[in-house]
């Protein structure tokens, strides 16, 4: 593994570069490693704290199931903060071949958008969406999550934590449904 980071006036940075055991048929120690992984990191973060970027890639070979198929994940995020105001998200791209070296793809997409807003440092409201899609060249498997919640500063440490969960499949197999759920967290 090779860590980094570099800075300037106006940003930070860390980057990170990997090697992986391969996987293949045999089990553990007398398995050969052959299909090496390779991966990468990057993160940009400005000196105000205000905006953060990362990306991250990893590729390999899969031989545990004896077609040798290639795999990849990609994904990236981005974070705004704004005096009391937050804005992430984050999206994961996994692709897997469906048999050696066919070139043809299943594409696997996740991800969210979240919002909140801090007042007097007590409550926050928050609003969250999701997207899950385990394969995206069929237009009827994915599904999408809205959340609604209003989180409560009881102290420091302790918080009442309400949501809404607006669950949506884009199928004939699973029906739509709301779930609320309420919590207490205690940070310690």
């Not at 953060?52 to 990893?58: G, N």
């Not at 991800?111 to 394969?135: A, H, M, S, W």
């Not at 709301?178 to 919590?183: D, K, N, Q």
């Amino acid at each position: 593994m090779i860590n980094g980071a570099f800075s300037n006036d106006k940003w930070e940075s860390e980057y990170s570069l990997f090697l992986t055991n391969g996987r293949g048929n045999n089990p553990y120690e007398v398995d050969d490693n052959a299909n090496k992984g390779i991966g990468a990191s990057f993160s940009i973060l400005d000196v105000d704290r205000t905006v953060q970027f990362t990306a991250t890639a990893y590729r390999d070979r899969n031989n545990e199931n004896g077609l040798n198929t290639r795999e990849a994940a990609y994904s990236g995020s981005l974070r705004f903060w704004f005096n009391q105001f937050k804005v992430e998200s984050e999206g994961a791209l996994f692709r897997l071949e469906t048999g050696n070296n066919t070139g043809l793809y299943i594409n696997k997409l996740g991800g969210y958008i979240q919002c909140e807003y801090t007042i007097r440092n007590k409550f926050t409201p928050v609003v969250r969406f999701d997207l899950f899609d385990p394969d995206n060249k069929s237009g009827d498997d994915h599904e999408t999550v809205l959340t609604v919640g209003m989180n409560l500063a009881l102290d420091q440490k302790t918080f009442l934590k309400s949501e809404i969960h607006f669950h949506q499949f884009n199928n004939n197999l699973q029906d739509d449904f709301r779930m609320f759920i309420s919590s207490l967290a205690v940070a310690f």
